[in-house]
Antibody
Framework: QVQLVESGGGVVQPGTSLRLSCAAS????????MHWVRQAPGKGLEWVAV????????YYADSVKGRFTISRDNSKNTLYLQTNSLRAEDTALYYC??????????????WGQGTLVTVSS | QSALTQPPSASGSPGQSVTISCTGT?????????VSWYQQHPGKAPKLVIY???KRPSGVPDRFSGSKSGNTASLTVSGLQAEDEADYYC???????????FGTGTKVTVL
């Protein structure tokens, strides 16, 4: 069965960095694009970034462009999100998610449980 | 990358139907078939209930249906049940540089 397990969240000060990870299993990870989506406490869902199946292309929301970097290691079936220059408004539960058809525009049919990032001084 | 517009809330009695709208532009909802809908219960990860405007993933009841007209997509939940009470979000593809934009979310209450 498909499983996505995020880790790496925590409480950090503004301006610092965190690397989030998402361990994937139960499907052919190297064949699928992957997304990060976040949800601030009590707020709606916000798309963050997507990476192509082979890592050659990445796209970002304007709110994180230049500060966050999405990457993947297909040999380890793991997706990453490097978050730099963190701001209070980046406080959120970060989910990784798989598109049902492996492409950028597929509906996201599997989600992890999320990892919480709290940015506070 | 403006969020798609959804009504904040919708409600219906058990057995009735509720329809949620999702309004975008010709650059997102109106321009592509890649509109999806998600159901999210409190404290849970979102669940895909509709993709490509009208298609239901395996296991999603046929009480959930989707449609689109122009720049507005809609999700209809027929035969409302208590477990349908949740937040619902639409998303749309908006081109290569913006593969995904979410709606503002709608809280559905079963009266």
């Amino acid at each position: 069965q498909v499983q996505l397990v995020e880790s790496g969240g925590g409480v950090v000060q503004p301006g610092t960095s965190l690397r989030l990870s998402c361990a994937a299993s139960g499907f052919t990870f190297r064949n699928s694009a992957m997304h990060w989506v976040r949800q601030a406490p009590g707020k709606g869902l916000e798309w963050v970034a997507v990476i192509s199946y082979d890592g050659s292309n990445q796209y970002y929301a304007d709110s994180v462009k230049g500060r966050f970097t999405i990457s993947r290691d297909n040999s380890k079936n793991t997706l990453y999100l490097q978050t730099n220059s963190l701001r209070a408004e980046d406080t959120a539960l970060y989910y990784c998610a798989r598109p049902h058809n492996g492409g950028y525009h597929g509906g996201l049919d599997y989600w992890g449980q999320g990892t919480l990032v709290t940015v506070s001084s | 990358q403006s969020a798609l517009t959804q009504p904040p809330s919708a409600s219906g009695s058990p057995g009735q139907s509720v329809t949620i709208s999702c309004t975008g532009t010709s650059s997102d909802v109106g321009g592509y078939i890649y509109v999806s809908w998600y159901q999210q219960h409190p404290g849970k990860a979102p669940k895909l209930v509709i993709y490509e405007v009208t298609k239901r993933p395996s296991g999603v009841p046929d009480r959930f249906s989707g449609s689109k007209s122009g720049n507005t997509a809609s999700l209809t939940v027929s035969g409302l049940q208590a477990e349908d009470e949740a937040d619902y979000y639409c998303t749309s593809y908006a081109g290569t540089n913006t593969p995904c934009v979410f709606g503002t979310g709608t809280k559905v209450t079963v009266l």
